[in-house]
């Protein structure tokens, strides 16, 4: 049973524009929201989060958006570079406390077109 | 430049053989987790402990896996015996209690059972 769920499984979207990831969830008890982004080779990298107590946070060029009646979240990539052609995964838990467990999606491979 | 490091980074092996992957959190995190990423389940927990011990392991086949802390700088990931089916790429990552502090994720172990 899949709690977290992002249905893309590509994307690909051309350089300077908007990228718009999306990403689900089925448990109403997960609080806590957060992107990681994975290069080849590489573990995830944090990139960003929102408590359920927001439904917009921004940081540089990444906004992450909280709908929690639809429980659904989304990412939006603004300008998209080429350098951020990568895996994106969702995850979420039922804290905002670093220790606890994230149940991810299985990803979205994102490539920017130059 | 604190960050979890993982051994081996590869592993190609044979059915039936033991694997063991180890990990380093980093220093002073309390929390380590394993997770497995594949192609159809993204990235799913196996299993984590706080302060050492294991608080669940619920997500790993019990019968051929164990993990532990044998002291806080190192956590093993063991697969005895091993199948072709626990093929995937191994990731350990270490968080810690503070309050919006995400988890941070070694570079992985990619493990070949033939």
């Known amino acids: 049973d899949q709690q977290v769920k992002q249905n893309s499984p590509s994307l690909s979207v051309q350089e300077g524009r908007i990228s718009i990831l999306n990403c689900d969830y089925t448990?109403?008890?997960?609080?806590?929201f957060l992107w990681y982004k994975k290069y080849p080779a590489e573990g995830p990298t944090f990139l960003i989060s929102i408590s359920s107590i927001k439904d917009k946070n921004e940081d540089g060029r990444f906004t992450v958006f909280l709908n929690k009646s639809a429980k659904h979240l989304s990412l939006h990539i603004v300008p998209s570079q080429p350098g951020d052609s990568a895996v994106y995964f969702c995850?979420?838990?039922?804290?905002?406390?670093?220790?606890?467990?994230?149940?991810f999606g299985t990803g979205t491979r994102l490539t920017i077109i130059p | 430049d604190a960050r979890v490091t993982q051994t081996p980074r590869h592993k190609v092996t044979e059915m039936g053989q033991e694997v063991t992957m180890r990990c380093q959190p980093i220093?002073?995190?309390?929390?380590v987790f394993w997770y497995r990423q594949t192609m159809m389940q993204g990235l799913e927990l196996l299993a984590y402990f706080r302060n050492r011990a294991p608080l669940d392991d619920s997500g790993m086949p019990k019968d051929r896996f164990s993990a532990e802390m044998p002291d806080a700088t190192l956590a093993t990931l063991k697969i005895q015996p091993s199948e072709p089916r626990d093929s995937a790429v191994y990731f350990c990552?270490?968080?810690?209690?503070?309050?919006?502090?995400?988890?941070?994720f070694g570079p992985g172990t990619r493990l070949t059972v033939l």
């Open positions: 990552a270490s968080g810690s209690g503070l309050r919006g502090n995400e988890q941070f």
């Open positions: 995850a979420a838990s039922g804290s905002n406390f670093g220790n606890e467990k994230l149940t």
């Open positions: 220093l002073g995190h309390n929390t």
């Open positions: 448990n109403s008890m997960f609080d806590y």
